[in-house]
């Protein structure tokens, strides 16, 4: 078994149910969900929108390898309503899951590249896995994520429910 952390975001449509609906979805395709965050609201990362995310971070036990993971993951992202992007640029979309990181991994391929480029400028990505495994040390960095939030300039707020 292999712990893999899953960022999820959500802009448009229902957000907290596209998070949840993604969640149920991983669970029964993926591996057994060990972890969720809270959920977290933050503006656009990459691009201007009006719509903000809401984002989570989940940990999954899987058997999956990391292209296997990927496949799937664009399997939900598909059928819960994400449509291929139009151009290179980031946009507005219902359902986001990336691979953040896959245990201790250091991974690259034309399709996946693990751990995830710019988490150590993303604080919607560090501020919930802070919450969850605050002291994972990138394998990149060599930093724990819990000082890698600490020291982030990037904002983000607690979604009040």
Not at 16 to 37: D, E
Not at 38 to 47: D, I, K, R, T, V
Not at 76 to 99: A, F, H, M, V, W
Not at 114 to 130: D, G, S, Y
Request: net charge negative; aromatic share 8%; with cysteine.
């Amino acid at each position: 078994m292999k712990t893999t952390y899953l960022g999820l975001g959500s802009n448009i449509g229902d957000r907290k149910k596209n998070l949840c609906q993604a969640i149920l979805m991983l669970s029964a395709k993926v591996g057994a969900v060990v972890a969720v965050s809270s959920l977290y609201e933050s503006e656009a990362w990459g691009y201007n929108s009006e719509n903000k995310f809401l984002n989570a971070v989940v940990a999954i036990e899987t058997e999956l390898y990391p292209e296997e993971l990927l496949s799937d993951i664009k399997e939900i992202e598909t059928t819960l309503g994400r449509r291929k992007k139009q151009t290179n640029n980031y946009e507005d979309r219902p359902i986001d899951i990336d691979i953040l990181f896959y245990d201790e991994l250091i991974y690259e391929t034309d399709n996946l590249i693990i751990p995830h480029p710019h988490i150590e400028k993303r604080k919607f990505v560090l501020t919930p896995m802070a919450e969850i495994v605050p002291d994972f040390v990138h394998p990149l960095i060599g930093k724990k994520i819990k000082e890698l939030n600490r020291i982030c300039e990037d904002s983000i707020q607690l979604f009040e429910m």
